[in-house]
DNA sequence: CAAGTTTGATAGCCTCGATCTATGGCTAAG
DNA sequence: CTTAGCCATAGATCGAGGCTATCAAACTTG
């Protein structure tokens, strides 16, 4: 025996009957004739083999095993609207508002070169950024507030997706009259017994640094945490101490003539992988990959290593 | 404009493809004619204004987009076969097998009262018992080792829903010469200072009375762990301290004339939910209420207090 | 290099099912 | 008992989706 299976008019004629509750009013909802929404609910009860409402001509009532339906049906109507929704993103790419979050510790080193980039290549893209800290970043991704999230990887969150963009090696900044100033292959070990001043609690970079430290033995100088990398530049600059900076950083916070040097480690170089974080669920995954490759494209050529793209054929190109 | 949606059967007809990468074979394997399939893949890139295949005489290839799509695609069939699944279901319910997992500290009180009533009223069904903790059992329900889980509420498990079936009391257990021996509101401060024998780490029940105790101050008794109740109950009676039991448990492990007493607490009398878990994507919602019905009618009358039946109107009855 | 083979697209026809209008039957209210 | 409201049924119509036959393109092979 062949199974019928249910038609998506059917589902969506269930759907709205359980929404009226009247199938009168959920037919001109749904744009068609009471006798026809009738006979499609009627129809997917035979091919189901089950009652799935309780008409009186009073009332309509779902049965229970209606309501499992209709919710399942929900599910299944959803999803067909996101392939439209998928669809209609992949025909107009890189449109409209994104919503983008960004930790403090990437966002003043990577947006000034991704910005103008952007605007030149993908003028109807409209970026709504916001900076914080990982934490925050992914609960409002998770929650819908975000569409995206700039941060380091991994971060294991569950129904979260991630794309790898860039791996930025840690750099020591000392002051220029340290020891280890200007250092082209500095073991961790040197950095044992040295005064190191970090980020304040709850940014990922501090949590990475402090590693660093552990490892060397170095200690950290724990009554001087700065609320950004700026700070900690100028307290390295006036002697406190001395500090890690992510490569990226290193353009924008040491400029010449303060009194600063800056010293490469030894391998394994200390590094932490950035990139792209977006709910598993999203419509716009064709958009995200092609703001990846923009990130990429926007980076500055010398300390970062491009992660390997990763999968299939890019064929979504610029629209006009 | 009206936008034309996809249909199921163009949707199947593009995860076929996907899936053989070969529009031929895919039509054989869907039971459709080649160009009755490649005319619905061709349908299905016109209504979304995308091009999803990348054919070429030699291969047949997913572009971006496509990808995409196979994958909600995807999604989309497999939910439209769970509605079948669970039309099917409610049409014989409660049959077949049921994988049930209890804790250790459930299982030997309520199963002997359950699977007599289970069996006389639901001859279909057969149940797979499985006995194991907590912890394992949540595991092996969200793998999908187990379709259903007798435990202690709340868990408060992502994709886990809860069924509460009933609330026990907990009960004090001492030898019959124990100054609190056969109480019956007895105040929680006056465990303060006494030896309470506590199951080993892992069952929820020896958390739930270690609260018990902690809020009482008396003192656990760490040297003498035991793997079930029933040896604590042994230990008990060899003069070694006392213990908590659950109400169910009094009946099957305090018999008479073994130097035994039970006392009740005061109010706030503490004690314990139980309940049903499962997998909130389960097709079988329907069958599990109907066991939850079976589980409550089996409860012993007198010291277990009923939790409300939750929702819905229980239309579906036994078949025959 | 030409013929053959493989494979997906197109054309034309047919069938079945979804939809419509018209109507019937049932229930609750007055 | 009548009326109004509401869902089910009947019969007609039309289009989506199916099939067979054929074509066009590309790789293979003697």
Redesign the pocket.
């Given at each position: 025996m062949a199974k019928?299976q249910p038609?998506l008019?059917?589902l969506r004629?269930l759907v709205g009957v359980a929404d009226h509750?009247?199938?009168?009013?959920?037919?001109a909802a749904l744009?068609?004739?009471?006798?026809?929404?009738?006979?499609?609910?009627?129809?997917l009860e035979r091919t189901l083999g089950v009652q799935l409402?309780e008409?009186?001509?009073?009332?309509?009532l779902l049965t229970g095993v209606g309501e499992q339906i209709v919710a399942r049906a929900r599910g299944v109507l959803g999803a067909v609207d996101d392939i439209a929704e998928v669809a209609m993103r992949a025909r107009a790419p890189l449109t409209g508002d994104i919503r983008l979050g960004v930790i403090p510790t990437v966002a003043p080193y990577l947006l000034p070169r991704l910005l103008p980039t952007l605007r030149g290549r993908w003028p109807q893209v409209r970026l709504r950024l916001r900076e914080a800290q990982t934490s925050t970043l992914l609960a409002e991704l998770r929650g819908g507030a975000l569409d995206l999230a700039l941060l380091a990887l991994p971060n294991d969150e569950p129904g979260v997706t991630e794309i790898p963009l860039y791996d930025e090696d840690f750099v020591l900044v000392t002051p220029a009259e340290h020891p280890l100033a200007g250092g082209s292959a500095v073991p961790l070990a040197a950095l044992a017994g040295q005064d190191v001043l970090l980020l304040e609690d709850g940014h990922c970079f501090r949590a990475q640094a402090l590693d660093v430290c552990r490892e060397a033995g170095a200690r950290e100088r724990a009554t001087l945490r700065a609320a950004s990398l700026s700070t900690i530049v100028q307290m390295v600059a006036g002697g406190l101490g001395l500090t890690l900076l992510p490569a990226a950083a290193v353009g924008v916070e040491v400029g010449e003539g303060r009194g600063l040097a800056v010293a490469t480690f030894s391998r394994p170089v200390p590094h932490r992988r950035i990139g792209l974080a977006y709910r598993a669920t999203s419509a716009r995954v064709v958009d995200w990959d092609l703001l990846a490759q923009e990130v990429r494209a926007a980076l500055p050529g010398t300390d970062l290593e491009l992660c390997p793209v990763p999968v299939g054929n890019p064929k979504v190109t610029r629209s006009g």
């Open positions: 019928p038609t008019t059917q004629a509750r009247h199938f009168g009013r959920a037919a744009h068609v004739s009471q006798p026809t929404l009738s006979s499609a609910v009627a129809a409402v008409r009186t001509t009073r009332s309509v």
